[in-house]
């Protein structure tokens, strides 16, 4: 439960712009994601939190530093198995139905006769059902969300890292939707990194990291 599954080490980014000017959004970032951990991050617009979930879940490689994922694997073997990422942009498939696009990682690990059970059973627990059968071109912005982190979700991975998962939702609702989640998750044994602008999300979580100016500042190393 309690297995090192992502630990970054010094880990730094630097895109370079197109006029060949370096960028650091991500400096120094040492940090530890263990089995069952619940935490927010926090940080101002354009601090670097989408950039950390992004080198946390192995989609972006550092420029220095090293992220590793001890009880997981290597990089290639992550997604969508062992680590799932909830996009801040919208990200469903716009040709499939939500239940198709919550079916889908499914289908993508093997799982191709139980996928529309376990798919259908999840967003009846999340109260989605009723959108099963729509496009994402009929779903508000908050629906569209949501049906993301149930995709996320459907395979139970070890990890979620969701970036603004409730952003367009008004707080009522994203709370219920948050409670709905956690509980699903410790079910699961699943560990949850939100990252969000929303303060009162973070009473939902056990460990609040906050970043700033590419700096991260976590319980061990404030
Ligand atoms: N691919 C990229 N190339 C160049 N700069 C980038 C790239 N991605 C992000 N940045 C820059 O890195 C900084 C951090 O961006 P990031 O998206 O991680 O912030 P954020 O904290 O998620 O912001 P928000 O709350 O608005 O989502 C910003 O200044 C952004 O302009
Ligand atoms: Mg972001």
Redo the contacts with the bound molecule.
């Keep these: 439960m309690h297995d090192i599954l992502v630990s970054a080490r010094n880990a730094g980014v630097e895109?370079i712009?197109p006029n060949g000017e370096k960028?650091r959004?991500l400096e120094g970032i040492n940090c530890d994601i263990v089995g069952g951990d619940r935490i927010v991050l926090s940080?101002p617009?354009?601090?670097?939190?989408?950039?950390l979930l992004n080198i946390l879940g192995g989609l972006i490689v550092p420029s220095e530093g090293t992220v590793t994922w001890p009880a997981l694997g290597n990089r290639a073997t992550l997604q969508p198995a062992k680590i799932a990422y909830v996009f801040?942009a919208e990200s469903l498939f716009p040709a499939l139905n939500v239940l198709e696009n919550v079916m889908l990682p499914l289908k993508l690990m093997g799982n191709l006769l139980g996928s529309a059970d376990a798919a259908s059973a999840l967003l009846e627990r999340l109260q989605l059902d009723g959108l099963s059968k729509k496009l994402p071109e009929e779903l508000s912005g908050g629906q569209a969300q949501r049906v993301a982190m149930a995709r996320a979700m459907v395979v139970k991975p070890r990890l979620i890292l969701a970036d603004?998962p409730t952003g367009q939702l008004d707080s009522t609702t994203a709370h219920q939707f948050l409670g709905r989640v956690l509980e699903f998750a410790d079910e699961n044994e699943l560990a949850v990194v939100v990252?969000t602008?929303d303060r009162l999300i973070a009473g939902f979580m056990q460990k609040q990291w906050s970043i700033d100016h590419g700096q991260l500042a976590t319980p061990q190393n404030i």
Excluded: C, D, P
Aim: net charge neutral; no cysteine; hydrophobic share 25%.
């Design positions: 895109f712009q960028v959004v940080g617009s354009g601090s670097g939190k989408s950039t801040q603004e990252a602008h």
